[in-house]
């Protein structure tokens, strides 16, 4: 029986043998049971999927730490290097699938784990939870630089939320539009890279040992490496992945009233990441 295996939920399990589809039928048993026993999971529900949560949190269990994935925070330079740790290879043979398709992680999920309440066991087992946090105002421009001006697939709720085609990628959408249609999306509606960083996070909703910055990315990777014993040479310093030249900031892309609106929506994260409205 693998760690955080719970031997009463084994019977229930079983039960979904025989049913076509096992994987499937036994991972909405899983999210059921987590549903009715772990407040944690429970809470964090309340701002995003199953599926976004399932591939926020990833999990190391030869290095024994949860990473909560925070796009637009650092995250590909640092899911790079976790992943190459993970691996025992260098970074530079990584293909980029392999740190940003859920389906080719190597990290394990909390459906790996057959338990009531998989953070309670993590977190009993000694885990090291961490995140990273970016100045809100920022991360909304590099969100728009990145996905929306680059035409990806997550344009698409916006140009849905607009009333335009979302299959039609090539549709323009200003900056304005972008900020007042994120201002307008629920947490839970939201796509990661503009959901408030404060559910991202799933702050004061699991135990967190570390939030690290962006703003700071080279001292938080070091502290992170050091916690979690993966100081190799090649892995002393960040990789860069994915800056998407976001050097204008706020007086480039904000207005006054833009920025009000962008300020009110993201109001949580100034307070609890204690960055400075303007």
Known sequence: MQPGTD?????????ALPVRGFRRVRRTVLWNVY????????????????????????ISK??????IDNPKAGSSSLKSAL???????????LHHRQFHSASQSPFARLDDFVTADP?????SDGYFFFTMVRDPLTRL??????????????????????????ADLSQPVSFADFVHVTAELSDLESDPHWRSQTSQTLFERLPIDFTGRFEDFAEAYRTIFERIGGQTDELR??????????????????????????????????????????
Do not use: W
């Not at 407040?39 to 599926?51: A, G, K, N, V």
């Not at 706020?250 to 204690?274: H, I, K, M, S, W």
């Open 7 to 15: 031997t009463n939920l084994v019977p229930e399990i079983r039960a």
């Open 141 to 166: 421009v590099s969100a728009y630089r990145s996905k929306i001006e680059k035409n990806t697939k997550h344009k698409a709720q916006i140009l849905s939320r607009m009333g335009l085609d979302p």
């Open 237 to 278: 310093s960040p990789p860069k992945r994915n800056a998407s030249g976001e050097k204008q900031r706020q007086p480039d892309f904000f207005n006054e009233e833009l920025r009000a609106t962008a300020v009110q929506r993201y109001e949580a994260d100034f307070v609890n990441f204690g960055y400075r409205r303007g």
């Open 119 to 123: 953070i309670r066991s993590l977190v």
């Open 35 to 58: 549903r009715r026993s772990s407040p944690p999971i429970r809470s964090s529900l309340e701002c995003m999927s199953p599926t976004q949560l399932r591939n926020t949190l990833n």
């Open 62 to 67: 030869r290095h024994r730490y949860v990473y």
């Open 83 to 93: 992943v190459a740790l993970e691996l025992g290879v260098s970074v530079d043979s």
